[in-house]
């Protein structure tokens, strides 16, 4: 079972944009919600954006309503978060999360597969 970030991160300047994408193998994909969350040095991990099985509700964290969009393609098995108007505090590991379930666990518990993490960096 494999959930691996493959693109998108990197270091950016604030205000910039990258598109992060977790290709997901080894489970029936469209089977699973599917989130991102992220984790800072020296912070807790946090929810950071979340989409149902078919891709028409996704839901976010207040930080980043507006500047950040959870999508999927269930045909390529692979879910992506565009982020735009990066912040430094935008900062951090990213990973991908896969869950049987109704919704994302915003804390992370119910979460079945990890993705490895991406790092992103913004300058101020």
């Known amino acids: 079972l494999r959930c691996s970030c493959r693109r998108g991160g990197g270091l950016v300047q604030a205000g910039g944009s990258l598109r992060l994408s977790c290709v997901v193998s080894g489970l029936p994909f469209s089977s699973y919600v599917m989130g991102w969350f992220r984790q800072a040095p020296g912070k807790e991990r946090e929810f950071v954006a979340g989409i149902n099985v078919s891709g028409s509700r996704p839901y976010y964290r207040d930080s980043v309503k507006g500047r950040f969009t959870i999508s999927r393609d269930n045909a390529k098995n692979t879910v992506y978060l565009l982020m735009n108007i990066l912040r430094p505090e935008d900062t951090a590991v990213y990973y991908c999360?896969?869950?049987?379930?109704?919704?994302?666990?915003?804390?992370?518990?119910?979460?079945?597969?990890w993705g490895k993490g991406t790092q992103v960096t913004v300058s101020s």
């Open positions: 999360a896969a869950e049987k379930g109704p919704v994302i666990s915003t804390y992370g518990y119910g979460v079945d597969y």
